[in-house]
């Protein structure tokens, strides 16, 4: 199992100004598989996934103690170069956010930022992009048309396509569905689950069905700590903690 | 004894009044400076007035040609906006995108604050600091010209200019500059591609606004433009701006002459003037409401 | 990527310069009206009327006329302003009607001030026969300032709560009581923001009162609201502007601008404090 490690977390505490938002969580997320993250509002859990791509170092007065490492890599060494890290790592919001940009110059925002401007090469990753995010079909023929003029759910599945076309390892979902309705996330679920031969995906959820219905790993946050990780199966049949087992039979949060 | 609906109904009424107050101030604007300024067609038609080359409202027979002072304000406008956006949208992206909330927080209210020096203030400063520098780094006659008011009227517009661009930038919805970022680019590629072109209408209506700015200023200009009523053909040459122009002979103007209406006919040209690029500014920032980030 | 790096690296250098600037062109003429204006000043610089035909003495007619032209224009702008705000954010609904109110409130604020200037000499001085006054440069400036007055007005209000505005009508209190007891308190530090903004707009402004207001030279303090006045911003114009005298009128001249400037800045500063304190507050 160790082989297989993509990320490594260790010992990480996390600070907002002078508030602890999480507290020394180590967690260890295997390669091409779907890791869940659960818990109540206001858990830490979001904090956590964005550490993974630095997205918090946005946040002025953050402060960090512990270890991640990707690929063996400390990311939070001095010598990490961000863009290329974020590069590695994409990153699927909680609201769809497309630029109010064109569907094709949307997902040809990352190439072209990194470089790309043959047309046809683009038009190649703009297409596959698609096609792997399941929205190709859909908007094939309107490419040149605004993304805000899509429905929330190929908005996010649009979003999706532009992680994707910038050939990331690891996705990190943001709560991706929780603002679509029923056929659109089943449309993401079946999504994920596709995209997990290829990448690795770190997944927040507040919703436990989903969790159970999409990730091979699951971890519950609780008040900043990381009260438990283990096998999806293992944790919604027997989890180990009365903390989590409260949490799933819904007697809290 | 008024039932209770009916006050305030009537109070409603009241303030109705009030707000409309506005509009007919900028009526009343319209009606008193057509008023005094339309008499002046009587002497010389519309299309001589706006394009006549030569200004001599005291001579006889006088000439009432408002060109050179048209090209007068043009030229210092110009000059004027090549200062403050570059500068001004410059230092807006430094605020919104690059600064710290630290040094954001301590310059914003500077930049108000320098937003409210009186323009007599800039002008008595053109003209004891820059004018002298301007004649010795060049060599004239005058340090009064078109290039000295262009560069008062340049610092004065930006705060404008920096305020309306900086709001702009800063409603651009975090969303995007995070999409962006986690596609792993560079803070400067994001401000770029993505919140300058998403904040576009608003930059452009800052630049708009601060072109009024500078096209209406009158103390600054009055004192630092040299007041040569000519049309300039290089931005070295002294220049009379329309607003200097009105505010310099009307002190001197016989009430009620032709020299008089002459006069408020310029502030009619120059009221219509400002009046659209208001409304093309209001039309522009409106516009970009209406349709929402739909189109870029 | 490293390419990217440097690009940015450059280009952030270039907004950094760009800031500075600014900054520092308009520090540096604090600094040099500060500098060379300090020593003018003193007591009799500041209580005295001009002597030797404005060669010598003080700038206190001025700073009086200022004072009356400024005051004047509050009390005639700020409830003007106030009760349209009101409207625009209490009763109004949404409509043609307000984005026409809108719009010219946005013009009137585009209007350059040399026009000001001229609706005031050609209605209060001339059609109402108010003559150069106080009262008629004060009713220029007050129009002058009111879309300022009215849009901070209209801010505050918009800040407050609806909750406050539903709490007060669900005890029954009716729309006007609402308003005053519910709504307005709470929004009064906003409306003073724009008030004292107004004042320093009114107080620095020269080109609306040279034709309604202003004289050039009177020792003689106002009496009546018929009265002309000296102002300050006008008095350093003609100081600066008077061929004459100008190398010896110099360190009057800084004199003047400098406390002029200093008014000016020090009445916008109020405002800016209470502002940014207002906006740094955790709302309700």
């Known amino acids: ?253 | 004894m008024i039932s209770r609906k009916g006050k305030d109904l009537l109070i409603q009424n009241l303030f109705l009044f009030f707000a409309s107050i506005s509009i007919l101030v900028l009526f009343l604007i319209m009606a008193f400076l057509f008023k005094e300024g339309l008499p002046i067609i009587e002497v010389v038609s519309p299309l001589r007035f706006l394009f006549g080359k030569s200004w001599y409202p005291t001579y006889e027979p006088p000439e009432f040609g408002i060109l050179p002072l048209i090209m007068g304000s043009v030229a210092v406008t110009l000059g004027a906006i090549t200062i403050a956006i570059p500068l001004g949208v410059a230092t807006a992206i430094y605020l919104s995108e690059v600064a710290n909330l630290r040094v954001k927080e301590l310059l914003k209210p500077v930049i108000e604050l320098l937003a409210g020096v009186p323009s007599v203030v800039y002008g008595f400063f053109g003209l004891v600091v820059v004018a002298p520098w301007i004649q010795d780094l060049f060599d004239l006659p005058t340090g009064l010209t078109a290039l000295t008011a262009s560069i008062m009227l340049g610092i004065m517009a930006s705060p404008t200019v920096i305020s309306i661009s900086e709001d702009a930038l800063s409603s651009v919805p975090i969303s995007y500059r995070e999409a962006s970022l986690a596609l792993g680019t560079t803070k400067w590629h994001t401000a770029i591609s993505v919140t300058v072109p998403a904040a576009l209408s608003g930059i452009c209506t800052a630049c708009i606004l601060g072109m009024a700015r500078a096209i209406e200023e009158t103390m600054t200009v009055l004192m630092v433009a040299g007041g040569a009523a000519i049309i300039p053909t290089t931005l070295l040459q002294p220049v009379r701006p329309m607003t200097a122009n009105i505010i310099a002979e009307m002190g001197e103007a016989v009430h009620g002459s032709e020299h008089f209406h002459a006069l408020f006919a310029i502030a009619v040209v120059l009221f219509f003037i400002t009046l659209a690029l208001n409304l093309l500014a209001d039309y522009i920032s409106h516009r970009f409401k209406e349709t929402g980030s739909a189109t870029l | 990527m490293k390419r990217q790096q440097i690009y940015q690296q450059v280009a952030f250098g270039g907004l950094r310069l760009s800031t500075l600037t600014i900054i520092s062109v308009l520090g540096l003429i604090i600094w040099f009206l500060g500098k060379e204006g300090v020593s003018a000043l003193s007591w009799e610089f500041l209580t005295q009327a001009p002597r030797n035909g404005m060669t010598e003495g003080g700038i206190f007619p001025a700073l009086v006329g200022t004072l009356c032209l400024t005051l004047g224009a509050i009390i005639f702008a700020l409830p003007l302003g106030v009760f349209a705000a009101i409207y625009l954010t209490e009763y109004a609904k949404q409509g043609r009607l307000v984005r026409i109110i809108r719009l010219g409130i946005n013009n009137l604020a585009g209007v350059p001030s040399v026009v000001f200037g001229l609706f005031g000499l050609a209605m209060f001085v001339e059609y109402l026969n108010f003559g150069p006054s106080i009262l008629a440069g004060s009713l220029t400036l007050g129009i002058l300032i009111l879309p300022t007055i009215i849009r901070a007005s209209e801010e505050a209000l918009l800040a407050i709560p609806q909750t406050f505005r539903e709490a007060s009508l669900a005890l029954g209190a009716s729309k006007w009581h609402t308003i005053y007891k519910a709504v307005l308190p709470p929004a009064i530090p906003g409306i003073l923001t724009g008030t004292i903004l107004g004042i320093g707009r009114a107080a620095g402004e020269t080109a609306p009162i040279i034709f309604t207001a202003a004289c050039f030279y009177t020792a003689r303090l106002p009496h009546s609201i018929f009265d002309q006045v000296m102002a300050l911003p006008f008095h350093l114009y003609v100081l600066a502007t008077e061929g004459t005298h100008f190398e010896k009128t110099l360190p009057l001249q800084y004199g003047t601008a400098l406390v002029l400037l200093g008014l000016v800045l020090g009445i916008n500063l109020i405002a800016v404090i209470i502002r940014t304190r207002l906006r740094r507050k955790i709302r309700w």
């Open chain 1, 1 to 253: 199992m160790a082989n297989n490690t993509k990320i490594m977390v260790e010992n990480l505490i996390f600070y907002y100004g002078n508030d602890k938002a999480l507290e020394d969580v180590s967690m260890l997320i295997q390669e091409n598989k779907i890791t869940a993250l659960i818990g109540p509002s206001g858990c830490g859990k979001s904090t956590f996934l964005r550490v993974l791509n630095r997205m918090n170092d946005l946040i002025p007065g953050t402060k960090l103690k512990g270890k991640v490492l990707i690929d063996g890599y400390d990311i939070y060494s001095n010598t990490t170069d961000v863009v290329e890290l974020r590069k590695k790592v994409g990153m699927v919001f909680q609201k769809s956010n497309p630029f109010p940009k064109s569907i094709f110059d949307n997902v040809a925002y990352g190439p072209r930022a990194h470089g790309i401007r043959d047309k046809a090469r683009l038009t190649n990753i703009v297409e596959e992009s698609l096609e792997k995010a399941a929205i190709w079909d859909e908007v094939k023929d309107k490419l040149k048309q605004s993304a805000m003029e899509l429905s929330g759910g190929q908005q996010q599945r649009l979003c999706i396509a532009r992680a994707l076309a910038i050939n990331p390892e690891i996705i990190l979902m943001d709560e991706p569905a929780s603002a679509l309705d029923p056929i659109s996330t089943a449309k993401i679920e079946e999504l994920i689950r596709v995209l997990k031969e290829k990448y690795t995906i770190v997944i927040v959820t507040h919703n436990m069905q989903q969790a159970a219905r999409v990730s091979d790993y699951t971890g519950f946050f609780l008040l900043g700590e990381l009260i438990e990780f283990s096998d999806t199966n293992k944790i919604f049949t027997s989890p180990q903690d009365s903390r989590t087992e409260d949490y799933i039979t819904g007697r809290f949060g």
